[in-house]
């Protein structure tokens, strides 16, 4: 069993910057792709950004771009998002998800899943 936490959500004024973090226990951190997705009010959950087993690729959904920087520090289980340069469309509950692979991740196919971080952009 793996659990997932998310931290670093708040309040920010738009054009600000939050970092989240998602700390995962069990030893099946560094064998799962993580991402990261986020649902606003009436809205589907959506892909945001996904990294790779080794942090090497990583891949960002249509408004992350340029924006979000997705990390991961394997000797620490954690998973990072930078957020920079944020406006109000932001505004979501992030989660943070373990998949086997990207395209199961992209998918929404995922093993796990954090219980989600509010992040909320005043403009």
């Known amino acids: 069993q793996v659990q997932l936490v998310e931290s670093g959500g708040g309040l920010v004024q738009a054009g600000g910057s939050l970092r989240l973090a998602c700390t995962a226990s069990?030893?099946?951190?560094?064998?799962?792709?993580m991402g990261w997705f986020r649902q606003a009010p009436g809205k589907e959950r959506e892909f945001v950004a996904g990294i790779d087993y080794t942090g090497t690729i990583a891949y960002y959904e249509g408004s992350a771009k340029g924006r979000f920087t997705i990390s991961r520090d394997n000797a620490k289980n954690t998973l990072y998002l930078q957020m920079n340069s944020l406006i109000s469309e932001d505004t979501a509950v992030y989660y943070c998800a373990a998949a086997k692979t990207m395209a199961f991740l992209r998918r929404l196919n995922t093993d796990y899943w954090g219980q989600g971080t509010q992040v909320t952009v005043s403009s």
């Open positions: 069990g030893r099946t951190f560094s064998n799962s792709v």
